[in-house]
């Protein structure tokens, strides 16, 4: 082991066990070196005022060399905001804005100590940071029976943890938290888990409500005083897009600082939030009462994001920075929240009408992109091929029976067309 992991290692048991116990082998090896390119490169930065020979970008009359052609569509930026190297963390100013965002959104986090925002590649890439620093073959990794299916491919089979799902919904559609708690303290013996909390959830667009997510921070707390260590990941991918009565937090506040043993991580982004997809621009922040094991935790990420990406894409960054900064930025953004406000309530009404008789029923939804159909004694699959090949309609099938529509691509003028065609597709897959 490399004497740098080794150090964060001896720091982090010292100062909290708990955190030390819940990492993988490889989060144990992980480090950010001290010595090489980079800490060579920056302590360049600051004295190599004649001549700075070792970061790898190339200048020209005092700023980073550049094609015109490209430049021309980026004029309303500086060439260093675009072309060098972001910093490993992301760009300074972005991730002090980004806290600060985070706080302003979640008023439960302003008391509590939480690590800086780390920037990552999209949200993506911050689970993946999370599924190398703290799964492995042996763990068990806990989310619902609705999920993204790249829980699996993350946390299954790229790191070989064991997968547990529990029933999203109970008999009165409200969330199951008496099934998180059951698989929570069912690894016991295991003494770890991992559980992740997608709200509002990929794919059936539902959030709890505030006294659910009460449930859910106590059956987490109930684990941890049981001597289980709870790494909790709080994926918060389509945050703020909440129409209804909901929590309209995120649960990373309630649970920093809740029990030594809890160590929640959010993991969130301006992809959905600011309708930037490709920009690929995401956030892991790690909850935690001791500085030491946030810087430990810091640490070790920069290790993982400087051994697969080094560092993300610059442009991207400076991109968000200018809108987080902006003064329209809060107006344009409850603009288009109105919009997929709208979207949602017009599909609610149009399930509620009674015109589409008994074919389906559809899961609870109050957030985010989408919305579930539970299809009655019709396959799914059969009837996303009928749509597909017949009407030109895309969806996508779950399970058997669950087809999931996302009402935040379709235009709210359209939406009545999009279901009566999903309607006549159900009935006619039915008649064969």
């Not at 190599?48 to 569509?73: C, F, R, W």
């Not at 599924?131 to 299954?156: C, H, Q, R, S």
């Not at 005083?225 to 995120?250: K, P, R």
């Not at 559809?362 to 919305?371: I, Q, V």
Request: with cysteine.
């Amino acid at each position: 082991m490399n004497p740098l992991a080794g150090q964060l290692n001896d720091s982090l048991k010292a100062d909290s066990p708990f955190i030390y116990d819940m990492l993988s082998t490889l989060g144990k090896e992980l480090y950010f070196p001290k010595e090489g390119i980079l800490s060579q490169s920056a302590e360049a930065s600051s004295q190599a005022k004649k001549y700075n020979a070792t970061i790898g970008i190339a200048t020209e009359n005092g700023k980073p060399m550049h094609l015109k052609v490209i430049q021309d569509s980026l004029s309303a930026f500086q060439p260093k905001d675009l072309y060098p190297y972001a910093p490993p963390a992301g760009k300074p100013e972005l991730r002090k804005a980004w806290r600060e965002k985070m706080i302003k959104d979640n008023p439960s986090m302003a008391d509590k100590t939480f690590g800086n925002p780390i920037a990552t590649n999209a949200l993506t890439h911050g689970l993946s940071i999370v599924a190398d620093l703290f799964a492995e073959a042996g763990d068990v990794v806990i989310y619902p029976d609705k999920n993204w299916e790249n829980y699996e491919l993350t946390f299954g089979v790229r790191r070989g943890a064991e997968i547990v799902n529990y029933p999203l919904f109970t008999s009165d559609m409200k969330f199951n938290s008496d099934g998180l708690r059951e698989a929570l303290l069912a690894q016991k013996d295991k003494g770890k888990a991992i559980v992740v909390l997608n709200f509002p959830n990929n794919p059936t667009g539902y959030t709890p409500n505030v006294e659910d997510g009460h449930r859910i921070v106590a059956a987490i707390n109930e684990a941890a005083v049981a001597g289980i260590n709870v790494v909790v990941v709080t994926d918060d991918a389509y945050f703020g897009l909440f129409f209804e009565d909901s929590m309209h937090e995120s649960l990373f506040g309630e649970l920093a600082g809740l029990h030594p043993r809890i160590l929640p991580i959010k993991v969130d982004g301006a992809t959905k939030e600011e309708y930037v997809w490709g920009f690929r621009v995401g956030f892991i922040t790690y909850g935690a009462d001791s500085n030491t094991a946030l810087n430990v935790l810091e640490q070790k990420t920069l290790g993982i994001i400087r051994s697969t990406i080094s560092s993300g894409a610059h442009p991207s960054q400076t991109f968000v920075l200018n809108a987080l900064q902006s003064p329209e930025f809060d107006a344009q953004k409850a603009e288009k929240f109105q919009i997929m406000k709208g979207r949602a309530n017009k599909v609610k009404d149009l399930l509620d009408s009674g015109k589409y008789g008994d074919v389906w029923e559809y899961y609870p939804f109050n957030s985010g992109y989408f919305m579930c159909l539970k299809l009655n004694d019709v396959s799914a699959e059969a009837v996303r091929q009928h749509l597909l090949n017949e009407y030109e309609v895309g969806t996508i099938a779950l399970g058997e029976h669950d087809l999931r529509v996302a009402f935040s691509c379709i235009e709210e003028a359209y939406l009545e067309d999009l279901y009566d065609l999903i309607h006549r597709a159900v009935l006619e897959v039915k008649q064969g």
